[in-house]
């Protein structure tokens, strides 16, 4: 279990978290939504240990920073790394020594070439198959989708059932709600005002109805055609 206690983050004068309490239990998948700029990505980087911040979180299970597994919206790749050495690079962080990257490369990527060289979709799945190689407890996915083919997403989604069949933990921000409302045990709602709304599976279809009514009221009442 993640606990988070009053969670803040500063950028400057600028807040961007403010005094966050919530709970990510093992065995659950999480959505984490709200428009751009609210401090999604900001939250998963202070999770993952990327970022400073005031307040406390708290794994139960020793050391977080050792058990996650964290994709970021747009992976960064060494220049003259090819995928299998960066898959490689990876787990050993975990002290695996060896990993079979044909068993992993479950997306079909040419392991061989150079990182820089693949497309936006192919980076991102070979991020992903490098965290999913280290074994970890705790996936934090920040919009695992986008860019990506549809057979891939498929796959995706599949894989993340399967941990969380496993006992992980699992945490997704999308832009797709309804991605989301499809695998998500709790959905999370950040707002600009900062605050955050815990919507439970059986208010998906209604929290959904009501994003959606409300983002497109917002964007079309001055437009005109």
């Known amino acids: 279990m993640i606990d988070i206690n009053n969670v803040s983050k500063y950028y400057g004068k600028h807040q961007v978290l403010d005094a966050i309490n919530l709970r990510f239990k093992k065995g659950k998948i999480y959505g984490v939504v709200g428009e751009n700029g609210v401090g999604k990505s900001t939250l998963f980087k202070c999770i993952s240990g990327l970022e400073t911040y ?8 020793g050391s977080l920073k050792d058990k996650i597994g964290l994709l970021l919206t747009e992976p960064y790749f060494f220049s003259k790394i090819t995928g299998k050495e960066y898959i490689n690079l990876l787990t050993k962080a975990r002290g695996i020594n060896y990993i079979d990257c044909k068993v992993q490369n479950i ?69 797709i ?46 437009f005109k055609v």
């Open 54 to 61: 005031t307040g406390e979180i708290v794994y139960d299970n």
């Open 107 to 175: 997306f079909d990527l040419p392991l061989n070439e150079y990182a820089f060289t693949y497309s936006t979709g192919m980076k991102k799945k070979l991020a992903l198959t490098a965290i999913l190689a280290q074994n970890n407890d705790v996936f934090i996915l920040d919009e695992p989708f986008n860019g990506v083919d549809v057979q891939s997403n498929v796959l995706i989604i599949e894989i993340l059932k399967q941990l969380q069949y496993a006992g992980k933990t699992i945490i997704i921000s999308s832009h």
């Open 177 to 222: 709600i309804s991605t989301l409302t499809q695998m998500c045990n709790t959905i999370f709602v950040m707002e600009s005002d900062k605050t955050i709304l815990e919507i439970d599976k059986s208010d998906f279809e209604r929290i959904e109805n009501d994003m959606k009514a409300k983002f497109i009221k917002s964007k079309l009442e001055h």
